[in-house]
């Protein structure tokens, strides 16, 4: 047997005992009562008697309702039952570029950073979708395969730099390529892939790899991160600080400038939509709008079991000992002799005061 909440069990561990010793000073106290009228002998005599045992019994009788309402609190489970849940949703695999431009500080505190954000912000609004991540430079991998524990997901969107691929630049074909590499095609869901980068591209296969997504009935949504007038990229030392900005081969400081009209033809090939990160992620609930009219498909199975509640036996238990303890009668009724004989004993003793007067 399991408790669910146990916390009334210690209630009930503390208040048996004080209910047992109220019960019994409120008894003393009543017989104290008595005593303090007459002999007790004698008003048993002339009236009603204790029945001392039914009290007793009563006694028990509440304590053990109050203990078994207390046991009911606590939600006594044994035994299990099961039930297979089906997981609906979408599968989305975030192409998330942490090429070196990224570090670029035009999106406070800087477009990389920004974008990993808006990331673990997407998860908290997916609501059982399944999440992928593949990050990408001058090549690509997967970080995280489709989940929807997006707990452990965000541990592994945490470590997203650009240091994890040593082969700089930006291949969004490639990018695109491998994300198509972690779906399932075998179940019915819709596919997308969301495309997070500046968009600036340095390999020709882009669009091909755009086509060949929509060809297999995946969708290509892209978030452009950055200004179209550029933004210089910081070089950091080992301490995290800006040691200055990165140049090109004649000493002029390089610009990382937003391509948004590859961003949009990305977006226009692969049936999606393309959307400028704003400051303040505002793009954001636009593109969950988006997600959340596809179709969704069975992800998975899942067998769920839990314990069978088992609180209303006892709730019937203690129903029981209250309507027992109220069937058990306070007082015992003499015999018709006994009577005679205590109405004796009240005639002499009004006889007895009368003569006393």
Do not use: C
């Not at 819709?190 to 495309?195: D, G, N, Y």
């Amino acid at each position: 047997m399991e408790f669910a909440k146990p916390f009334f069990l210690y209630i009930a561990i503390i208040l048996v005992p004080l209910a047992f010793l109220f019960l019994r000073w409120a008894e003393r106290r009543r017989q104290a009562a008595i005593a303090r009228i007459g002999s007790p002998a004698l008003v048993a005599r002339i009236s009603q008697s204790v029945n001392r045992r039914g009290r007793r019994w009563q006694i028990g009788l509440w304590v053990m309702a109050m203990v078994m309402v207390l046991v009911a609190l606590a939600r006594p489970q044994w035994g299990t039952e099961t039930q297979e849940v089906k997981q609906q949703g979408i599968e989305v695999m975030v192409a998330l570029d942490v090429s070196n431009s990224m570090l670029a500080q035009d999106i406070k505190p800087d477009r990389l950073t920004r974008a990993k954000l808006e990331i673990s912000d997407l998860m908290d609004r997916l609501g059982g979708d399944e999440i992928g991540l593949v990050l990408f430079s001058g090549a690509s991998f997967i970080q995280f395969p489709l989940t929807n524990d997006y707990a452990t997901a965000r541990s592994f969107l945490d470590n997203a730099r650009p240091s994890v691929i040593s082969k700089q630049g930006t291949n969004i074909g490639d990018a695109i390529r491998t994300a198509l590499t972690g779906f399932d095609f075998d179940r019915s869901s819709q596919k997308v892939i969301v495309l997070i980068t500046d968009g600036e591209d340095h390999e020709a296969d882009t669009m091909a790899m755009a086509q060949q997504a929509a060809d297999q009935g995946v969708l290509l949504y892209t978030i452009g991160f950055g200004s179209p007038d550029g933004e210089p990229i910081p070089e950091y030392d080992a301490q995290g600080q800006v040691t200055g900005y990165k140049t090109d081969q004649q000493g002029q400081v390089v610009l990382s400038k937003l391509d948004e009209a590859t961003l949009q033809q990305i977006a226009d090939v692969g049936h999606g939509r393309y959307f400028h990160a704003a400051t303040d992620g505002s793009e954001l609930p636009a593109l969950v709008t988006e997600l959340n009219t596809l179709q969704k498909g069975e992800l998975s199975t899942q067998t769920e079991s839990w314990g069978i509640e088992r609180f209303q036996l006892f709730l019937w238990l203690g129903l029981i000992a209250l309507l027992a303890a109220e069937f058990i009668p306070d007082r015992i009724w003499r015999k018709s002799s006994d009577k005679r004989a205590a109405m004796g004993s009240h005639w002499l003793l009004a006889k007895k005061s009368e003569g006393n007067s």
